[in-house]
């Protein structure tokens, strides 16, 4: 049992003025963080008691699921990462962690860099350490800080330059072991999530930087969320928005039927897709071609959309370059002939096409078919352009933004959209790791192979304000039970007053005997005072115990999501609230 006095829960009424969300707001004026740096929190008692207990919840999952604790570094040798498949992809997202001695330029590669995972590092120690098939299946795991160098630090801990993060490896044989290892691992997340009181949807997801060959993620929805979740209520299909696809284009679509011959048509000034939907030349934007530029591994190549849709760039990532960005308009214009506003793929437009590394196409312009895309040539326009006789697509994929409302791949019935925040993320790696780093095991018919990875993270610091942003109302946080700092708050209005210690004594002990953690404010201050840090503060279970009350023979207990107020006769206290402690535990 703890008393407040004897603890730290400074709260505050107003809200910080960085603070745009619940959550974040809730955490600082409930006394859970402080602000150090933008991205950067001390956790401060209460706070870190919350995440002690997520940590626990988290390792008993894992280790129920074979996995298999231990510690690495966090400054890494950037050597490790430089060897490894994501050093272009990661590097300007990881701090330096030179030598002083050194003196190194800015401009410079580091020594050393503050890890965001931990692939580069337990890859190469799987390899020296796993030498048989005996030796495996293994997936080892970790709860520790990691870094990020966030660009722009936002909503707490939601986007925060060092964070705690859950991160596992499993190692296996082959391909099938693996899917084993993967969907054990996606079992324990559930049950992890389901115990710290969250409702966490699994989705499919972008492999991203990591890599891979699939991936899902456990995203809370919430009105705040940092990505879309797309999906289906009558088949269950769920993704986030880089990875979801739809049902609008027909698997069997037909070739469009040839129009007229191409024909260039003047367009003084208009450099837009709305602009050309204009009058006088009325082409809506479903029948327009947007021709885009981007540069993959330092060669450029075009993506040809629809007018009306967006290109989702993660899905570039199916093109397999390391790295790619949208190219400047100084890099469009010698190879294309143009600038933006006025770009195509027709044969013969283009200037150098041999400087092209493809032009690929989303299937959704098949529907199409015949339609509209800049000349090449500024002030121009093409029309009657048809897929096949006149653009030079060299590949085809699915490169769009799926919207809410169009069909759902697996039924037909209409896709939904809402926000959700990302709290939870497998991959399967497969080999792409093992092999960077030869990291290989022999067969029982001496025959060496790659390990097969998978790799696993929960953000443990982005699950406590998520579980706030999922849970909390106009007063405050309202705590799930098993996460909660203390479960049960002992009010008492009249400290100096005996018997009020007496009975709290009494309740908090019986209490504690049945497993929930208990503080007592003793502070000597207003009843309402304590009642609003009460609510704010979230703890499920409040007992108040006054002299009035005591005059009256009764102590008082809520329930945090509950407005009724049971009166208890101070002989029933103890072990009213005992039976309460069980039946929530």
Same mark, same amino acid.
């Given at each position: 049992?703890?008393?407040?006095?004897?603890?730290?829960?400074?709260?505050?009424?107003?809200?910080?003025?960085?603070?745009?969300?619940?959550?974040?707001?809730?955490?600082?004026?409930?006394?859970?963080?402080?602000?150090?740096?933008?991205?950067?929190?001390?956790?401060?008692?209460?706070?870190?008691?919350?995440? !002690?207990?997520?940590?626990?919840?988290?390792?008993?999952?894992?280790?129920?699921?074979?996995?298999?604790?231990? +510690?690495?570094?966090? &400054?890494?040798?950037?050597?490790?990462?430089?060897?490894? $498949?994501?050093?272009?992809?990661? !590097?300007?997202?990881?701090?330096?962690?030179?030598?002083?001695?050194?003196?190194?330029?800015?401009?410079?590669?580091?020594?050393?860099?503050?890890?965001?995972?931990?692939?580069?590092?337990?890859?190469?120690?799987?390899?020296?350490?796993?030498?048989?098939? !005996?030796?495996? $299946? @293994?997936?080892?795991?970790?709860?520790?800080?990691?870094?990020?160098?966030?660009?722009?630090?936002?909503?707490?801990?939601?986007?925060?330059?060092?964070?705690?993060?859950?991160?596992?490896?499993?190692?296996?044989?082959?391909?099938?072991?693996? &899917?084993?290892?993967?969907?054990?691992?996606?079992?324990?997340?559930?049950?992890?999530?389901?115990?710290?009181? &969250?409702?966490?949807?699994?989705?499919?997801?972008?492999?991203?930087?990591?890599?891979?060959?699939?991936?899902?993620?456990?995203?809370?929805?919430?009105?705040?969320?940092?990505?879309?979740? %797309?999906?289906?209520?009558?088949?269950?299909?769920?993704?986030?928005?880089?990875?979801?696809?739809?049902?609008?284009?027909?698997?069997?679509?037909?070739?469009?039927?040839?129009?007229?011959?191409?024909? @260039?048509? *003047?367009?003084?000034?208009?450099?837009?897709?709305?602009?050309?939907?204009?009058?006088?030349?009325?082409?809506?934007?479903?029948?327009?071609?947007?021709?885009?530029?981007?540069?993959?591994?330092?060669?450029?190549?075009?993506?040809?959309?629809?007018?009306?849709?967006?290109?989702?760039?993660?899905?570039?990532?199916?093109?397999?370059?390391?790295?790619?960005? $949208?190219?400047?308009?100084?890099?469009?214009?010698? #190879?294309?002939?143009?600038?933006?506003?006025?770009?195509?793929?027709?044969?013969?437009?283009?200037?150098?096409?041999?400087?092209?590394?493809? %032009?690929?196409?989303?299937? *959704?312009? @098949?529907? #199409?078919?015949?339609?509209?895309?800049?000349?090449?040539?500024?002030?121009?326009?093409?029309?009657?352009?048809?897929?096949?006789?006149?653009?030079?697509?060299?590949? =085809?994929?699915?490169?769009?933004?799926?919207?809410?409302?169009?069909?759902?791949?697996?039924?037909?019935?209409?896709?939904?959209?809402?926000?959700?925040?990302?709290?939870?993320?497998?991959?399967?790696?497969?080999?792409?790791?093992?092999?960077?780093?030869?990291?290989?095991?022999?067969?029982?018919?001496?025959?060496?192979?790659?390990?097969?990875?998978?790799?696993?993270?929960?953000?443990?610091? !982005?699950?406590?304000?998520?579980? #706030?942003?999922?849970?909390?109302?106009?007063?405050?946080?309202? =705590?799930? +039970?098993?996460?909660?700092?203390?479960?049960?708050?002992?009010?008492?209005?009249?400290?100096?007053?005996?018997?009020?210690?007496?009975?709290?004594?009494?309740?908090?002990?019986?209490?504690?005997?049945?497993?929930?953690?208990?503080?007592?404010?003793?502070?000597?201050?207003?009843?309402?005072? @304590?009642?609003?840090?009460?609510?704010?503060?979230?703890?499920?279970?409040?007992?108040?115990?006054?002299?009035?009350?005591?005059?009256?023979?009764?102590?008082?207990?809520?329930?945090?999501?509950?407005?009724?107020?049971?009166?208890?006769?101070?002989?029933?206290? *103890?072990?009213?609230?005992?039976?309460? &402690?069980?039946?929530?535990?």
């Amino acid at each position: 049992m703890k008393y407040w006095s004897e603890f730290f829960i400074p709260t505050l009424k107003e809200s910080p003025a960085d603070a745009e969300i619940a959550s974040h707001k809730l955490l600082v004026r409930a006394g859970l963080v402080r602000k150090l740096s933008g991205g950067l929190y001390t956790y401060m008692p209460a706070g870190l008691r919350v995440m !002690r207990t997520i940590s626990e919840i988290c390792r008993e999952e894992l280790d129920r699921a074979g996995a298999i604790e231990m +510690w690495m570094p966090h &400054v890494h040798p950037a050597e490790n990462w430089k060897k490894g $498949p994501r050093w272009a992809a990661a !590097r300007e997202i990881m701090f330096r962690a030179d030598h002083a001695g050194d003196r190194q330029k800015p401009s410079e590669d580091p020594e050393f860099v503050l890890g965001p995972t931990h692939e580069e590092v337990v890859t190469p120690l799987a390899g020296a350490e796993i030498n048989s098939y !005996r030796d495996l $299946p @293994k997936n080892f795991y970790q709860i520790a800080t990691k870094f990020r160098n966030e660009i722009r630090p936002r909503y707490g801990l939601m986007r925060a330059r060092e964070f705690v993060m859950m991160d596992a490896y499993s190692f296996d044989v082959d391909d099938d072991a693996s &899917v084993v290892a993967y969907h054990k691992m996606k079992a324990a997340y559930e049950a992890f999530f389901k115990r710290v009181g &969250v409702l966490a949807i699994a989705v499919e997801a972008d492999t991203g930087v990591m890599g891979g060959s699939y991936s899902h993620e456990f995203m809370v929805p919430a009105e705040v969320g940092d990505d879309d979740v %797309i999906y289906c209520e009558e088949s269950g299909y769920a993704a986030n928005r880089e990875k979801a696809t739809s049902g609008l284009v027909p698997a069997d679509i037909a070739d469009a039927a040839l129009e007229a011959e191409v024909e @260039k048509f *003047a367009t003084p000034g208009v450099t837009t897709i709305a602009a050309l939907a204009k009058e006088p030349y009325i082409v809506a934007a479903d029948q327009q071609f947007k021709t885009l530029v981007y540069v993959g591994d330092e060669k450029p190549f075009l993506v040809i959309l629809r007018g009306n849709d967006d290109l989702e760039e993660a899905k570039l990532s199916a093109l397999g370059f390391s790295v790619v960005r $949208p190219a400047t308009p100084e890099e469009i214009e010698p #190879i294309l002939g143009a600038k933006p506003g006025s770009l195509g793929a027709v044969k013969g437009t283009i200037k150098s096409p041999d400087q092209l590394a493809g %032009i690929f196409a989303d299937h *959704a312009i @098949k529907l #199409i078919g015949n339609g509209t895309t800049g000349a090449n040539e500024d002030g121009y326009h093409l029309r009657h352009v048809n897929i096949g006789r006149d653009l030079a697509i060299t590949g =085809w994929g699915d490169f769009r933004t799926v919207k809410a409302g169009e069909p759902c791949p697996q039924c037909g019935q209409p896709l939904k959209s809402r926000r959700g925040i990302e709290v939870g993320h497998i991959f399967k790696l497969g080999t792409k790791y093992a092999e960077c780093f030869e990291a290989t095991y022999m067969d029982d018919q001496k025959q060496t192979h790659p390990l097969v990875m998978g790799c696993y993270g929960i953000g443990i610091s !982005r699950t406590l304000q998520a579980v #706030i942003e999922q849970s909390h109302d106009q007063n405050g946080i309202v =705590w799930p +039970w098993a996460i909660a700092p203390y479960q049960v708050l002992i009010t008492v209005l009249d400290p100096d007053m005996a018997e009020a210690k007496e009975v709290a004594n009494a309740v908090g002990v019986a209490a504690e005997l049945v497993g929930a953690d208990v503080l007592v404010d003793d502070r000597d201050g207003r009843p309402g005072v @304590k009642f609003k840090d009460a609510d704010l503060v979230g703890f499920p279970l409040r007992v108040t115990i006054g002299g009035r009350g005591l005059k009256e023979g009764i102590v008082e207990v809520k329930w945090r999501h509950e407005e009724t107020v049971a009166k208890v006769p101070v002989a029933e206290a *103890a072990s009213h609230v005992a039976n309460l &402690v069980e039946s929530a535990s």
